[in-house]
């Protein structure tokens, strides 16, 4: 089946425009959370969503938000662009929240964003 | 979730066993460590994941101590496709836990 979409692959944004990042995840998995990459920090979480409901939130500012669809796929959304928001973007989906998860998170290719 | 020590880096020779430590000395009774991997410009990819057992899967073996204070990853045939970042990660499986990345073990495999 097929894997983790994300699109665009790249993008190239100005400082202080806005930017929405698509995901689609895995058939048949309901939970999506997104990640930000950088050099500095690693990878750090920014937040999960289960049937349409944020269910957990990392500690990014409120520019950085999201949404989830009633068929799952989810989207990012970043506001007010800043240099420092260029970062790999990863998203990853799993199958459930509950007790049943026991296969971990698939991930997609990512979404390479630069803020110029 | 419990924080996870690893090698910032390791080498190991083609054809070799990769075994990959993790220390995560504050590990609660409800978490599990999963492992990661990430191969250059790719998402990260899963591994494994186990409780308290070892486990084996077509990918890796883990090797969990009984006081479940640190794990070992083992690839048993290292390739050079398994040139990654490894990470090394506790969580409590279910519920809506995100997974915390630490630095990670940069694995390099040499001819």
């Known amino acids: 089946k097929a894997g983790v979409t994300q699109t665009p692959r790249y993008l190239i944004k100005t400082r202080g425009q806005q930017v929405t990042l698509s995901c689609s995840p895995i058939s048949g998995h309901r939970s999506v959370s997104w990640y930000q990459q950088t050099p500095g920090q690693g990878l750090q979480f920014l937040f999960e969503y289960f049937s349409e409901t944020q269910r957990n939130k990392g500690n990014f500012p409120g520019r950085f938000s999201g949404r989830q669809f009633s068929n799952s796929r989810s989207e990012m959304n970043v506001s007010t662009l800043e240099l420092g928001d260029s970062a790999l973007y990863l998203c990853a989906s799993t199958s459930s929240l509950g007790q049943g998860n026991h296969y971990g998170y698939t991930f997609g290719s990512g979404t390479r964003l630069t803020v110029v | ?111």
């Open chain 2, 1 to 111: 979730d419990a924080k996870t020590t690893q090698p910032p880096s390791m080498d190991c020779a083609e054809g070799r066993a990769a075994n990959l430590p993790c220390n995560h000395s504050t590990i609660s009774g409800n978490e599990y460590v999963y492992w990661y991997r990430q191969i250059h410009s790719q998402g990260p990819q899963y591994i494994i994941h186990g409780l308290k057992n070892n486990e084996t899967n077509e990918m890796a073996s883990l090797i969990i101590t009984e006081d479940r204070k640190s794990s070992t990853l083992i690839l048993p045939h290292a390739t050079l496709r398994d040139t990654a970042v490894y990470y090394c990660i506790v969580r409590v499986n279910g519920t809506a836990s995100k997974l915390t990345f630490g630095t990670g073990t940069r694995l390099q495999v040499t001819l």
